[in-house]
């Protein structure tokens, strides 16, 4: 009865007597799918013949020049790729453990072998080999994941704030598969003088190369933000810094940034290519801070002088800053997307900025959210 294997291999057999050599060639000659078989007669020979071609190696652990595990350790160095099926006259159960402990996948005694033993033998030790290499491959990934999700857990901000009458929070979900960073980004500061500041950005694209880009213009901010620069400077240093890293002249950053006044009842804003901020003032309606926005995003043009958007906030309120992700996300069916008049209508529904409500509240969110609130109760 002929033997199967699976498809058409190549074999190298490390054998040093030609009758040994004989016979596994007519053993193997009897399967369905005969393999291609080369073979030398020692590891010095083996090693021009070891390349990627070779899928199993059968070595015997007694030849001219090596001997035992010596000889199997020395062909796992030289086919990393490979599986390798031990095969030899030796019936020591001792030898055949250790042997596949130092990594071979099988361990034949020659008297013991015939074609469907070995034609087996080989189909095994193939898959044992793929399923070894899965594993490794699989560590690897996770190891690098978890570093991955440690650098990009450092990179994402602390906000700096001693104020105690300010309620403070965020909602940041990048829209790449399994990442921790995109290109959105945020960041609220205060001030020496009191004075709370606050922006949030988006870089445009998906990829790590945005998400860097992102930490880069958000750590540009906090340090602008802290050595007392405002206003169009700080955003003419930003759009210096945006043109300077960024990777293709096509790359462009919305944003807005905020300073609450350290009364905590006026906010000065600029709304840079960017989804404009809601206000919720006492028991009112949200509204829009800004109707048109205080400039073109960073990144597009030279010499730019941006607005201020100069709001008052009372005594009571609260300030919602997001990026377009938000609104952009589907709502119902699927079909139709939120929209500031969804998001307004989300907030009019409940009385109040809830972000986990809101964001329970869509379909999907198909792009990168950074989202920040910030309440006063009078």
């Not at 599986?83 to 042997?99: P, S, Y």
């Not at 361990?107 to 793929?130: G, I, P, T």
């Not at 009364?263 to 901020?277: E, I, K, N, T, W």
Request: glycine share 8%; with cysteine.
């Amino acid at each position: 009865m002929t033997q199967t294997l699976d498809v058409p291999l190549t074999l190298l057999l490390i054998e040093d007597d030609a009758g040994d050599a004989f016979l596994v060639e007519e053993l193997l000659q009897q399967a369905e799918v005969p393999p291609k078989l080369i073979w030398v007669r020692s590891l010095e020979e083996s090693r021009a013949r070891l390349t990627s071609d070779i899928q199993c190696v059968l070595v015997d652990l007694s030849l001219p020049d090596a001997h035992g595990l010596e000889a199997l350790e020395e062909v796992l160095r030289m086919a990393p790729h490979a599986a390798v099926l031990v095969l030899t006259g030796t019936r020591d159960v001792h030898m055949g453990v250790a042997a596949v402990q130092a990594g071979a996948q099988d361990y034949l005694v020659k008297q013991d072998v015939d074609a469907r033993l070995l034609a087996r033998a080989v189909r095994y030790s193939m898959e044992r080999k793929r399923a070894d290499i899965a594993q490794i491959n699989l560590v690897q990934a996770q190891l690098t994941a978890k570093e991955n999700a440690r650098l990009e857990r450092g990179l994402l901000p602390n906000p700096i704030l001693r104020t105690t009458t300010l309620e403070h929070t965020s909602r940041y979900r990048p829209g790449r598969e399994r990442a921790l960073l995109a290109g959105d980004f945020f960041d609220t500061v205060e001030t020496a003088d009191g004075a709370v500041h606050m922006v949030v950005g988006d870089v445009c694209g998906h990829g790590p190369d945005e998400a860097a880009l992102g930490v880069a213009l958000r750590i540009a901010w906090r340090t602008l933000v802290l050595a007392g620069q405002s206003d169009n400077a700080l955003l003419t240093v930003m759009d210096t810094l945006l043109k300077t890293e960024r990777k293709s002249p096509e790359i462009f950053t919305t944003l807005c940034t905020v300073t609450i006044s350290p009364d905590q009842c006026q906010a000065r804003m600029y709304v840079v290519g960017h989804p404009s901020p809601l206000l919720l003032r006492g028991d009112g309606d949200p509204i829009s801070v800004s109707a048109s926005p205080s400039g073109p995003p960073l990144g597009i043009f030279s010499g730019i002088e941006w607005t201020p958007v100069d709001v008052r906030l009372g005594e009571d309120w609260s300030l919602l800053v997001y990026t377009d992700g938000l609104i952009e996300a589907t709502v119902g069916d699927g079909s139709d997307l939120l929209g500031t008049e969804g998001l307004i209508k989300i907030i009019k529904e409940h009385g109040q900025i809830d972000l986990d409500r809101i964001i329970q509240g869509v379909t999907e969110i198909n792009d990168d959210v950074a989202a920040v609130l910030v309440s006063r109760k009078g």
